[in-house]
């Protein structure tokens, strides 16, 4: 099924943005110039002559543009949105309880409260964007343009360090170098580049209408480069969540035509990665290195010293930030005054604990739900699949407070209104016969 703007008779009966007003498609660029800037954090910035990151920026003028027409991007809070915030509340109280035994922040001469509030300011961000993206995004003609535009911007962050533009190269012990740009580090990176890489697939073998660029032949070019720039990442976390991804797109519901179809696919995606994984010397290094050391960068260290102090802290946790400067205590760290979790799970227990953590979880279980539910639309396991890469990567590291995860979230949710616009279009089904008169993709 091609993706074009949905039918009158849907819109009356689910009331959604307008995309043909001039106010509307000022939003909608806003939003599709945020999407734009995904790809783009320069983490080794200069803070003093530029203090915030690009999607930070860019998103906070996107937030701007939404009261020309609010009607159009505000709309009903989901129940995984109503979940977010009972996050928040509960995230400022375990703030605040943990504030007043904030030692390991005071001692390394860190101003506790000014980096709660900076982590609250970005999350508050992101929870508007993820709401208004996903009103937006409720339009599958606003949802297929912000996933193309999130695609070429992948792709033209993955051909920077190869043109030499801001490239960052770290050279490991096992050999080889990590490559990334614009500072960022290399496991992020990854996240980026694989969750890039799933919407190229999606966008180039699903039902959606396609442009040259997006046709399987340029398309499968594309993937492939792609591969070739997270496995240059070196990182092995990102590399699973790729895999993971597409192993979603298998859960496509269909017949057992368009299954072996998929099962081909994914056989041959998954094999690309491989090769371009070989092909990597830093890659095939570290994975050739956990396989006989049983190394995992420091997190085999890393995660008993969290769930120690989870342990210890189990309802109100350590604090926003503190449970960074605790753990870089307890592990002895001499370089960095500070050590990431390298796990959003662990990390949302350790810093708010389990007051905070529940409804976080449940807010992203109904996203997910939402995905799984998506299968049955247009958008087929696009929203399900990017869900998964996305999700999977934070178990390797706590990307939680960035632009990509949330959204991945949004996209999920978007993509449930899909098949639910799709089945009320669908005729009820006669006994004996299987088929819809709209068919939705089938990847």
């Known amino acids: 099924m091609t993706v074009t703007a949905l039918p009158a008779q849907v819109a009356a009966t689910r009331p959604r943005p307008a995309v043909t007003a001039f106010t509307t498609q000022i939003i909608c660029f806003a939003f599709y110039l945020f999407v734009l800037s995904i790809p783009y954090e320069f983490s080794d910035r200069d803070a003093s002559s530029f203090p ?34 009972v996050y928040f509340y509960a995230f400022l109280v375990a703030a605040a309880i943990s504030g007043r035994d904030h030692v390991a922040t005071v001692a390394n001469g860190a101003d506790y409260w000014l980096e709660v509030s900076k982590m609250l300011a970005s999350l508050v961000e992101l929870f508007l964007i993820f709401c208004i993206g996903r009103n937006l995004m409720r339009s599958q003609t606003v949802a297929v343009r912000a996933l193309a535009t999130f695609a070429v911007a992948c792709i033209a962050r993955a051909a920077m360090p190869f043109l030499g533009i801001l490239t960052t190269l770290h050279k490991v012990q096992t050999g080889g170098t990590r490559v990334s740009a614009l500072g960022q580090n290399s496991n992020h990176a990854a996240m980026i580049l694989g969750a890039g ?55 496509q519901s269909g017949d057992l035509r368009h299954l072996a179809r998929n099962m081909a696919l994914a056989v041959l995606l998954i094999g690309a990665i491989a090769v371009a994984a070989y092909n990597s010397e830093v890659m095939r290094n570290r994975m050739e290195d956990t396989l006989e050391t049983g190394t995992l960068t420091g997190r085999e260290l890393i995660y008993p010293t969290v769930v120690g102090m989870i342990v210890e802290r189990p309802f109100f946790g350590w604090g926003p930030a503190n449970n960074k400067y605790e753990l870089g205590r307890r592990l002895e760290e001499r370089v960095r005054r500070r050590r990431g979790t390298h796990n959003s799970v662990l990390e949302v227990l350790s810093a708010t604990g389990l007051v905070s953590a529940i409804p976080f979880l449940m807010g992203t279980w109904f996203c997910f739900l939402s995905a799984w539910r998506a299968r049955k639309g247009p958008d087929g396991t696009l929203p399900l699949a990017l869900a998964v890469t996305a999700m999977a990567s934070n178990m390797s590291g706590d990307w939680f407070i960035t632009p990509l995860f949330w959204f991945a979230l949004s996209y999920a949710q ?29 990847m």
Do not use: C
């Not at 993509?415 to 089938?442: C, F, I, K, M, Y």
């Open 197 to 251: 890489l799933i919407v190229m697939v999606g966008l180039s073998f699903g039902h959606f209408r396609k442009t040259w660029w997006r046709k399987p032949v340029t398309g499968a070019a594309l993937i492939g480069f792609l591969a070739y720039a997270v496995a240059n990442t070196g990182s092995r976390g990102g590399l699973l969540a790729v895999a993971l991804g597409i192993l979603a797109f298998l859960f």
């Open 414 to 442: 978007a993509g449930e209104d899909h098949a639910a616009d799709l089945a009320a279009l669908s005729p009820p089904r006669s006994p004996g016969l299987s088929g819809r008169n709209v068919t939705p993709a089938q």
């Open 52 to 85: 915030i990151e690009i999607p930070t920026a860019v998103g906070a003028l996107f937030l701007a543009t939404t009261f020309l027409a609010p009607s159009a991007s505000f709309g009903r809070l989901t129940r995984a949105a109503r979940w977010f915030l």
